[in-house]
T-cell receptor, first 109, second 113 residues
Framework: GQNIDQPTEMTATEGAIVQINCTYQ??????LFWYQQHAGEAPTFLSY??LDGLEEKGRFSSFLSRSKGYSYLLLKELQMKDSASYLC??????????WGAGTKLIIKP | NAGVTQTPKFRILKIGQSMTLQCAQD?????MYWYRQDPGMGLKLIYY???????DKGEVPNGYNVSRSTTEDFPLRLELAAPSQTSVYFC????????????FGPGTRLTVT
């Protein structure tokens, strides 16, 4: 079966750095996505990785290792507005997105 | 551009009732998707469409139907609502299956009692 695992909840301090991990087992691989979802709102796109390595976009970076079936999202200089759920999704061999359950990130002052 | 719009925002249905969730996009995207999101669970694909007149089942299609008569609209029909269909429903669109990003509507919160 297809499976994506990420921690259920994480807590971090404003101004700090946090790393959210995602491991996956899917039928084929055509890219890995990170989305942000604030409570009661729709997911919004953060990042996309299809090749191994680090993609940096401002305060957010995403890393991929295809051989390990592993990715992480790194958030720097945390702000209170970063309190949200972070969803990891993998595009499989049929070009469908398989979604993890999301990691709820709580930022404390 | 309005992006992806969904109506209604909230709805309460009685068991056995039917309803249609509306979804429209104004970005001329070929691909449209319906997902459901249950608490603590990932998004599950219900149905998707690769263009007007073409639809296909996703992971959890039972109890739902869709149609795609135009590029812009992709309604989701619930027949004989059941409590198991209580969920948040998101419609999304993308230009192609290989697009970097899917654009999501604001969601419909449905309760079946």
């Amino acid at each position: 079966g297809q499976n994506i695992d990420q921690p259920t909840e994480m807590t971090a301090t404003e101004g700090a750095i946090v790393q959210i991990n995602c491991t996956y087992q899917t039928s084929g691989f055509n890219g890995l996505f990170w989305y942000q979802q604030h409570a009661g709102e729709a997911p919004t796109f953060l990042s996309y990785n299809v090749l191994d390595g680090l993609e940096e976009k401002g305060r957010f970076s995403s890393f991929l290792s295809r051989s390990k079936g592993y990715s992480y999202l790194l958030l720097k200089e945390l702000q209170m507005k970063d309190s949200a759920s972070y969803l990891c999704a993998v595009r499989d061999q049929d070009y469908q997105l398989i979604w993890g359950a999301g990691t709820k990130l709580i930022i404390k002052p | 551009n309005a992006g992806v719009t969904q109506t209604p925002k909230f709805r309460i249905l009685k068991i056995g009732q039917s309803m249609t969730l509306q979804c429209a996009q104004d970005m001329n995207h070929n691909y449209m998707y319906w997902y459901r999101q249950d608490p603590g669970m990932g998004l599950k694909l219900i149905y998707y469409s690769v263009g007007a007149g073409i639809t296909d089942k996703g992971e959890v299609p039972n109890g739902y139907n869709v149609s795609r008569s135009t590029t812009e609209d992709f309604p989701l029909r619930l027949e004989l609502a059941a409590p198991s269909q209580t969920s948040v429903y998101f419609c999304a669109s993308s230009y192609s299956s290989n697009s970097y990003e899917q654009y999501f509507g604001p969601g419909t919160r449905l309760t079946v009692t």
